[in-house]
């Protein structure tokens, strides 16, 4: 495959460490592709004969059948997934499979197997997004009403429903989507006929190539095409924000799962048990989702370091960029799978949720609402007088509704018996009707909007 350059073969270090067919095998499907339009273009350019053309496109037939069915044999000697199927289809189609390579470089060509699986990695995840979006649709649709403590900094501050909260992820991986989609269309341009970096002299159909592979259009400058590798960051760093949302859900779940809180239970689906603790049901599941976002934010800084420092146009270093892409698209997708399989399966505990939106004095801010609507107080004054009720109430272990007025008027004589329409979980909930807050009734306008535009 080198031509008469060289007199030696490699080392078997040298092999070991230049051979990237370990991984680079998952390219097959992009490759034959690439390889063929590559082929048709060719014969209607006149540069090599259709008889030639046809025989390489069989060629390529067949060996896409003896991968589907695996009977390939991949040779780490042959380096790359491009000289193993090159080296195949010599063997296939003889002196017509050499015409292949005519006005093209492994350099363009990897960088369109490249692109041809980013593309369709988006669109992979895109849909394991949706239907993880679906999921928590239906578990909000069913608790739409069902309080749970709202909280910041891990403490309790104004009850929300639990339809909210789920709602709250459906946005986020909304966003998620939006950031895929948009990756789709950057990678969507197509360094084919880029050839090694420079273009090529022979009479080539760019265009023609980059409608056959469903590219926009092919990219404007050889030297980039054949260099940048900014697309498989941007999809690396969408994943790894996507992978952030999964996991903050996940933690979420390994919190809610546990005895202080009890808020979720997971059955036996999403749940291990202990090899020592027989009373032990751990959210295994959603431990791995969590620690897998790791690797994925691993994948990007991975590659991130790899371009940081690389002139133009090609080097080797760029052999790296598969890894990180394959390792992150294998976490996101089997996290994705993982987490919707448990919004589905996990059982809600409304007792406990109740109970634990209960506890901290959670509507103390609809008491300084009240306070500044009602009274007329200035809302830094009200702030101020309800942090004291609190107090008190602390002192008597009383919750904020069962304070005795005449403790509240001691405090500020302008509190009257209206006060008590405000402070207790269900009235603090039913307040929140602002636009995006989580009273109920708007809570179901967003399940409606999210019906919607999900289908």
């Known amino acids: 495959m080198w031509g008469g350059r060289f007199a030696d073969g490699p080392s078997a270090l040298m092999e070991q460490i230049n ?105 992979r995840i895109d849909h394991a997004l949706l239907a993880l979006q679906r999921t ?31 709602l709250a992820y459906v946005e986020m991986f909304s966003r998620d989507r939006g950031r895929f989609m948009d990756a789709r269309a950057r990678v969507n341009e197509s360094p084919l006929g880029a050839a090694a970096l420079a273009g090529t002299s022979f009479p080539i159909d760019r265009e023609r190539t980059a409608r056959t592979l469903g590219f926009a259009h092919p990219m404007r400058n050889s030297l980039d095409a054949v260099a940048s590798r900014d697309f498989a960051l941007e999809f690396l760093a969408a994943a790894a924000i996507a992978s952030t949302h999964l996991s903050r859900l996940a933690e979420e779940i390994v919190l809610w799962t546990s005895p202080a809180f009890g808020f979720l239970k997971l059955s036996d689906a999403f749940s291990t048990g202990s090899s020592i603790m027989p009373q032990k049901r751990n959210p295994d599941a959603a431990e791995l989702v969590r620690a897998k976002t790791g690797r994925v934010l691993g994948h990007f800084v991975t590659l991130a370091a790899v371009l940081k420092a690389l002139p133009l146009a090609y080097a080797k270093d760029l052999q790296e960029d598969k890894e990180t892409l394959f390792g992150a698209a294998d976490a996101l997708e089997l996290s994705t799978a993982a987490m919707a399989g448990m919004v589905a399966d996990w059982k809600v505990e409304k007792e406990a949720m109740l109970a634990h939106a209960q506890a901290g004095y959670p509507t103390a801010t609809d008491l300084a609402d009240w306070l500044v609507r009602v009274a007329g107080k200035p809302f830094r004054t009200a702030h101020h007088i309800a942090g004291t009720i609190v107090k008190r109430a602390e002192e008597m272990n009383l919750p904020l509704e069962q304070m005795p007025l005449s403790e509240m008027q001691k405090i500020e004589p302008a509190i009257t018996n209206d006060v008590f329409d405000v402070l207790s979980i269900a009235a603090s909930v039913a307040s929140r009707k602002s636009s995006g807050g989580t009273a109920p009734e708007r809570v179901r306008e967003q399940i409606g909007f999210w019906g919607k535009k999900l289908g």
Do not use: Y
Not at 104 to 114: E, F, G, H, I, Y
Not at 149 to 161: E, K, M, S
């Open 19 to 123: 051979a990237s067919i370990d991984f680079d095998k998952r390219l097959a499907e992009q490759d034959i592709a690439g390889s063929r339009a590559h082929a048709d273009m060719l014969a209607h350019q006149g540069i090599i004969s259709r008889q030639d053309a046809d025989a390489i496109l069989a060629g390529l037939d067949r060996i896409a059948a003896e991968i589907s069915e695996g009977r390939f044999v991949f040779k780490r000697a042959l380096e790359d997934i491009h000289l193993n199927i090159e080296a195949r289809l010599a063997e296939i189609a003889g002196d017509a499979a050499g015409r292949l390579h005519t006005a093209r470089s492994r350099n363009d060509q990897v960088a369109t197997d490249l692109r041809l699986w980013v593309r369709a990695a988006c669109e």
């Open 136 to 166: 928590l649709l239906l578990q909000a649709e069913q608790h739409a009403g069902t309080i749970v403590p709202g909280f910041t900094h891990l403490q309790p501050a104004q009850p929300v429903t639990f339809g909210h909260h789920c």
